[in-house]
């Protein structure tokens, strides 16, 4: 069975950074894309950052490019997302995804809640 | 910036049918977009119903069905039922690595 489970979120204040790790298993991790999906409160889905199989590709949404750096390590089914300068708009619910790269996202994890405040 | 455009709100009554369009601010959706729909009720996770237009995720009911329609994509949902409210959300591939989400549809069942 296909387990994503989020961890790294907490209470941060603004212009500091944060890492969130997701931990894979249940499935070939270097078969897959890995993503991470975000949900404001109150607000609809917003992907914001993907990264290839090898991590040779690696793709972000225009409002966190240069702030945030996905990456993986395929030795031990983990998934990341640096964050840095966090704005208050960052705060979210933020979901880890897992698919066929160029496709769709066909598991997620349940969340994992980052709020950045003063 | 790509807008991906979806109603913010639709109704069907139990057992009616209902189809919920997945749309571009410029141009056209076609399969090269790989649309993908997500049904997500509050304090869930999204859960993956449909992918590459039209092909059902594992275990989900054959009421839900995706296509191309003109020029948008969409999602079905024929003889809809009570657990079926939910918020819906699709989500295009626009090549590069980069995907967009809609802003979703709340779709309410009375």
């Known amino acids: 069975e296909v387990h994503l489970v989020e961890s790294g979120g907490g209470l941060v204040q603004p212009g500091r950074s944060l890492r969130l790790s997701c931990a894979a298993s249940?499935?070939?991790?270097?078969?897959?894309?890995m993503y991470w999906v975000r949900q404001g409160p109150g607000k609809g889905l917003e992907w914001v950052s993907g990264?290839?199989?090898?991590?040779?590709?690696?793709g972000y949404a225009d409002s966190v490019k240069g702030r945030f750096t996905i990456s993986r390590d395929n030795a031990k089914s983990s998934l990341f997302l640096q964050m840095n300068s966090l704005r208050a708009e960052d705060t979210a619910v933020y979901y880890c995804?897992?698919?066929?790269?160029?496709?769709?996202?066909?598991?997620w994890g349940q969340g994992t809640l980052v709020t950045v405040s003063s | 910036q790509t807008v991906v455009t979806q109603e913010p709100s639709f109704s069907v009554s139990p057992g009616g049918t209902v189809t919920l369009t997945c749309g571009l601010s410029?141009?056209?959706?076609?399969?090269?977009?790989?649309p993908s729909w997500y049904q997500q009720t509050p304090g869930q996770a999204p859960r993956t119903l449909i992918y590459?237009?039209?092909t059902r995720s594992s275990g989900v009911p054959d009421r839900f069905s995706g296509s191309i329609l003109g020029n948008k994509a969409a999602l079905t949902i024929t003889g809809a039922q009570a657990d079926d409210e939910s918020d819906y959300y699709c989500?295009?591939?626009?090549?590069?690595?980069?995907?967009?989400f809609g802003g979703g549809t709340k779709l309410t069942v009375l």
């Open positions: 410029s141009g056209s959706v076609s399969t090269n977009y790989f």
């Open positions: 990264i290839s199989w090898n991590s040779g590709i690696t």
């Open positions: 590459s237009t039209n």
């Open positions: 989500v295009l591939y626009m090549g590069s690595g980069i995907w967009v």
């Open positions: 995804a897992k698919g066929l790269w160029g496709s769709h996202f066909d598991y």
């Open positions: 249940g499935f070939t991790f270097d078969d897959y894309g």
